[in-house]
């Protein structure tokens, strides 16, 4: 008998080997085996191809019918729910993966090559390990800081701007940060559910513990400093503002060494505002902050840190890169209601450096929390008063997800942009300027062979203008750094917030579609009502906290760009009014000439 | 017996087929015609090629023996004077050839690639025919004007900035002008030179009337109100100043019909200052004044006319750029001592132009003047006191072709830069701000779909960045209207007074070898003392009328550079200010976002 499984959401194929599929859609399976996320099969109209597992729900010819291979154990799926991750850890967002890109875009920005929505797994180069960094003490110490996985791939390492100078195309700048699957947190659930649980056992809104929630699976003690208020803002569910909200700065990193000078790292100076108390952290810290706080929050966009670089760790460049990096992660973070607030973060900011078991101390904690994935929704406290309308719930989540892609085929297009402007300035901009600049010298040296003392000044003057023309090409190479650079560091930090949200979306819509499920199964008699209402109520509280982030995300974007817009303009100001004052300065050699 | 040739002047082969000779070299002739102004011969290493006739004196072997077949009427070579130029005219200078030359040019600047100082006509497609325009009264209301051979040079008539807009390589700019070669004036000359004449009867010396003139064969009657003055100014001989100075506009220029509509011409209303009378004149008059000026005056630089143009005569941009052109010619010949002053630039200026009898007249007056040529010079007064040193005068008339070289060079290298930077600014620069423009419009329609009221005004604050950056771009592609255009009509004008400087510069050298020549005869008693100081009193007035000529030239030079110079970095300075204002205007769209 032919497997067969129907389609949850819309795909459509972008690469050679793919095929759409339509929501609703029963398709044949040739094996339940999934290939790194991918499934094969043919879809309605005959054609066969690639889909991506977590796009589908295999239909179970019996109850007692085998799930992906992944996931025989059954409730407990814990140990193998990083099964199809490709050696190495998860992939990058594809909306990472600009490079091979750009070109498309350039042609055709109104596609979106850089966004896939629900996207599974691709494997690409560029990985991170995270199982070193988790759960063990052991290799704590190692230094691990930078040395697992790394980019390498040619052409990138080169830094900004590193496209082929003499091609027309569009240059490549590397985006990419640290970056785990969204929801790689399943809960352990406890096996009681009557409303029938996905069979995709990697969609994330099963390994975010959102369908353990929804099933009311989740138990846990939630103590009262735990609790996570959602209220009614002006524009709907907000997180309810840090009532004690503080920033920290980053300054000074410094290498450092350890076992009498065996292993060096980068140490940065981290002061937070409310302990004025400066602590130092490693990239390896944040490193395993990151991945705490991806695994507890199912629904919130937790900012990526900077991406990992194999050589060059030392260099000045690099480690100011990386500064300005978490500068900005370390300022999404304070801001976010939640994130700024919660234990490990806490931990992490606080803790003296040199205490090192009270530091193992809180890492440990902060390993064993509980209130992780499924359980993290026990700790939501939504407003009082009525319950969302779901309905009207779907469609702004519909409206966000329509908004991120856009805005995310907009970022990656600014960001090929404004580095291939970056670059043009550095070199064409640079040259052609410089080329009026020699050019005015080699009149002023020519006319300086006339022997006439009375244009001793005006041979002095054009000399000046090329002078002064080459200083402004110099300008034009300069300038990048002042803007584009600052604007670029911000677009990188949202693309991994563009590239959270189909994760955190998924979560909300796989919980919609269990409430929908569950009135069908009244319907039927195949559920009572109190148990429908209790999945109703639960998707209730994932809805609250998934629109509260929404609101988060639309208010610190508003800021940060509008700032950064802000910044761009007063420096390109800055620029052209320093190129006029130079041209002035030029000028003004003429008069007495 | 072999044909030997004495070289008189350094050539160095710059294309295949030529060899390079050096001065006081003997050359093998293979024959003494000459192919369009190139003779064929070996040089003393054996290198057989082409060298120009000009720089070379053929060896009598025997007193009676042939000239050049053009020049065996012996004294009167008149009517064969034009005979080595090729059919359509003077072929023109080399130093306009850029098209194909800015590559070799921009790789290596120090070279002279556009430059070959007594170059002999090199034939080119672009010609002028000016027997035309000689002496017949027959064909003068024939519509010639911009009828004869003209331009068709493909990829050319595309105007400016024409260049290849997807290579990297530099632009060619279209820079050429009316040119005759100079000194196309051979006067009739008596026979009763004892000093020996040149052989080479179509060098510049021969045809500019110099020789003769040296030779003491020159004979005229001069009017007092034809006398030209030099006198000693503070930097060395100069042209006395005009004492009636005056300028003209050219205005409105006008499309004009007649034989009752069949015939089409452009007419441009000159206003000279000192009649304040307003008179229309057609191109092919300014052709034929420009004709009449070259002939008359051997040793002045006549400023270029406009090229004439093949097609689209009545369009609106081609009128406007001649009658740019003809207003750089206007402010030449007005800021000329001499040209300004001259009996038929004066009737040009000021004849009646409904008064055909009257044109006529002075038309038919100018083209039977006897001053001209040879005679031109004994029109010239020089100033009381000493004669001048001669050894003083080659080492300064030396450097002044040193310094022509080294200027044209540069002249051409600012043309070319300056025309590639036009061409880039209208194409890669507009592009590259526009689309900074079109992604930040792409950003702010992204944010549109956020649906949050408190985003509007960031929207469309980004929507006007955009739209300024749009129009920067165009800001951009407009500017080399504004800067480059004036400045390259200069350089333009003075590549003209470049290419005439080797004539000029010639016809003293000729006299100077005379006086060398002269004073070996009398030492070998084959020429008398008195005979002898004859010649080089009359190579004194050459000497001075030719020091005349460069100090005007260094006068205005230095003036219209400055002044050039100045416009193009007001107009520079403007434009980032206006660059500046725009982008400020979209920074305070920020403030109330």
């Known amino acids: 008998m032919a497997l067969k499984a129907r389609v949850l959401y819309d795909f459509n194929s972008e690469n050679p080997g793919e095929i759409s599929v339509k929501e609703n859609e029963i398709v044949t399976l040739y094996s339940e085996q999934d290939i790194e996320g991918w499934l094969e099969g043919s879809n309605t109209k005959g054609e066969r191809g690639l889909f991506p597992a977590s796009y589908v729900e295999v239909v179970k010819s019996d109850t007692g019918t085998t799930l992906n291979n992944n996931s025989t154990s059954g409730d407990t799926y814990q140990g193998s729910r990083y099964s199809n991750i490709p050696a190495g850890g998860f992939a990058e967002p594809t909306s990472y993966k600009i490079q091979n890109q750009t070109d498309n875009l350039t042609k055709t920005p109104a596609t979106s090559p850089g966004f896939t929505a629900f996207s599974p797994p691709i494997p690409v180069q560029q990985q991170h390990v995270y199982q070193a960094s988790q759960g063990s003490d052991d290799d704590w110490d190692d230094d691990w800081d930078d040395s697992s996985t790394v980019a390498d791939e040619p052409g990138v390492v080169g830094g900004r701007y590193s496209g082929d100078l003499d091609s027309n195309g569009p240059a490549t700048y590397r985006v990419s940060t640290s970056s785990v699957s969204r929801g790689s947190n399943a809960q352990q659930a406890k096996s009681s559910a009557t409303v029938s649980r996905n069979l995709n056992r990697f969609s994330t809104f099963v390994k975010s513990g959102g369908e353990a929630f929804v099933l009311g699976e989740a138990a846990g003690f939630v103590k009262d400093g735990d609790k996570i208020c959602v209220v009614m803002g002006q524009y709907g569910p907000e997180w309810q503002e840090n009532p004690y909200p503080f920033a920290c700065t980053i300054d000074d990193p410094t290498k450092q060494t350890k076992f009498k000078g065996m292993k060096s790292y980068i140490a940065y100076k981290l002061t937070p505002t409310h302990t004025q108390t400066q602590v130092n952290r490693r990239y390896k810290h944040f490193d395993w902050l990151y991945a705490r706080l991806v695994e507890k929050f199912p629904v919130i966009s937790v900012p990526h840190i900077p991406e990992k670089q194999a050589t060059g760790r030392f260099e000045e460049d690099f480690i100011s890169k990386r500064r300005k990096g978490l500068i900005w992660w370390m300022n999404h973070m304070t801001s976010h209601p939640v994130l700024s607030k919660c234990d490990v973060f806490q931990h992490f900011l606080t803790c003296n450096s040199t205490d090192e078991k009270a530091w193992k101390q809180g890492k440990r904690k902060a390993e064993r929390d509980e209130m992780v994935g499924a359980?993290?929704?026990?700790?939501?406290?939504?407003?009082?008063?009525?319950?969302?309308?779901?309905?009207?719930?779907?469609?702004?989540?519909?409206?966000?997800?329509?908004?991120?892609?856009?805005?995310?085929?907009?970022?990656?297009?600014?960001?090929?942009?404004?580095?291939?402007?970056?670059?043009?300035?550095?070199?064409?901009?640079?040259?052609?300027?410089?080329?009026?600049?020699?050019?005015?010298?080699?009149?002023?040296?020519?006319?300086?062979?006339?022997?006439?003392?009375?244009?001793?000044?005006?041979?002095?003057?054009?000399?000046?203008?090329?002078?002064?023309?080459?200083?402004?090409?110099?300008?034009?190479?300069?300038?990048?750094?002042?803007?584009?650079?600052?604007?670029?560091?911000?677009?990188?930090?949202?693309?991994?917030?563009?590239?959270?949200?189909?994760?955190?979306?998924?979560?909300?819509?796989?919980?919609?579609?269990?409430?929908?499920?569950?009135?069908?199964?009244?319907?039927?008699?195949?559920?009572?009502?109190?148990?429908?209402?209790?999945?109703?109520?639960?998707?209730?509280?994932?809805?609250?906290?998934?629109?509260?982030?929404?609101?988060?995300?639309?208010?610190?974007?508003?800021?940060?760009?509008?700032?950064?817009?802000?910044?761009?303009?007063?420096?390109?100001?800055?620029?052209?009014?320093?190129?006029?004052?130079?041209?002035?300065?030029?000028?003004?050699?003429?008069?007495?000439?």
């Open 375 to 593: 359980n993290f929704f026990l700790t939501i406290s939504t407003p009082s008063g009525p319950s969302l309308d779901l309905i009207e719930v779907e469609s702004k989540i519909d409206g966000f997800r329509a908004f991120t892609k856009k805005m995310d085929e907009s970022v990656v297009q600014v960001n090929a942009t404004t580095n291939e402007f970056a670059r043009k300035q550095i070199t064409w901009f640079k040259k052609e300027y410089q080329k009026v600049g020699q050019a005015f010298r080699v009149l002023g040296q020519a006319f300086e062979l006339d022997q006439q003392a009375y244009s001793l000044g005006l041979n002095q003057a054009i000399a000046f203008t090329g002078e002064a023309y080459d200083a402004v090409g110099e300008y034009f190479a300069e300038q990048p750094k002042q803007d584009v650079d600052p604007l670029m560091d911000l677009l990188q930090l949202y693309q991994g917030h563009l590239a959270n949200y189909p994760d955190i979306i998924h979560v909300q819509k796989g919980a919609l579609t269990k409430v929908k499920e569950s009135q069908k199964h009244v319907e039927e008699g195949k559920m009572d009502t109190p148990q429908a209402e209790g999945v109703k109520e639960r998707c209730n509280i994932i809805s609250f906290a998934t629109l509260a982030e929404i609101q988060h995300f639309h208010q610190i974007r508003v800021r940060d760009f509008k700032a950064q817009m802000q910044q761009y303009l007063t420096e390109q100001i800055g620029f052209f009014q320093k190129i006029t004052g130079k041209l002035e300065e030029a000028l003004q050699k003429y008069d007495n000439a």
